[in-house]
């Protein structure tokens, strides 16, 4: 009975996955990649103006591990840095984000949630996108400022395939500022639908997310919304 109760509390607690340390200084972007990790994708810009394309990176291990977020599932753990360009040309790492980015394995049916990462208007926009028949999305827009990363914008999207109703919710986290869009999708995502319904409202400011230790779907910021 012994060494099954013990062979049952190590299973239960055993340490969880142990991310590496990114170095701080590199001449590219493989100089950041740890051995046994690849890029998933990477997006080039300037984040702090100064002028010099600095360059953001979701890098993914070759292979799946065990114990990652306490999940039985063997799946490849995510990172995503930032490393900004200096005059010599070199870089420096800004940030490393371990839980930031969502995992293959957490998009549902509709698979792997990954939906991209491009840098605009000097900020960073990561992007989500899973579900099956009733889909979500998270779009989140984080900006270099007071010598860190904050999340400054946040998305979040919900819909059904079943009769094509959409819920978009826009949080404006600097300022307050919200909107609901409610209506029928489009078949082209980009035009807006005339006869959907805009509602705007505003949300209690509150100290803003950081990106180094920010997880996804995790924090309630409107009646049941969470971001």
Do not use: C
Request: proline fraction near 5%; aromatic fraction near 14%; charged fraction near 25%.
């Amino acid at each position: 009975m012994y060494i099954i109760t013990a062979l049952l509390s190590l299973y239960l607690f055993s340490p969880t996955y142990k991310y590496p340390v990114l170095p701080q200084k590199g001449a590219k972007i493989e100089a950041f990649l740890p051995k046994g990790w690849h890029i998933l994708e990477k997006a080039e810009g300037d984040l702090n103006k100064d002028n010099l394309p600095d360059l953001a990176a979701v890098i993914e291990t070759d292979k799946p591990v065990k114990n990652l977020k306490e999940s039985e599932v063997e799946v490849p753990p995510r990172i995503l840095f930032v490393a900004l360009r200096q005059a010599d040309g070199n870089y420096q790492l800004s940030v490393q984000s371990n839980e930031s980015i969502l995992l293959s394995n957490e998009g549902g049916i509709f698979g792997d949630p990954w939906a991209g990462m491009t840098i605009e208007r000097g900020t960073l926009l990561v992007q989500f996108y899973a579900g099956s028949s009733s889909r979500w999305g998270y779009d989140y827009r984080w900006r270099f400022q007071n010598n860190d990363w904050y999340l400054i914008g946040a998305t979040y999207t919900s819909s059904s395939t079943h009769d094509g109703s959409f819920e978009k919710y826009d949080f404006n986290l600097s300022t307050g500022a919200a909107e609901l869009t409610q209506g029928k999708a489009m078949e082209d995502e980009k035009v807006k639908n005339p006869k959907d319904k805009v509602t705007r409202f505003t949300v209690a400011k509150k100290p803003l997310f950081k990106l180094s230790n920010f997880k996804p779907g995790q924090y309630a910021i409107y009646k049941e919304v969470y971001i």
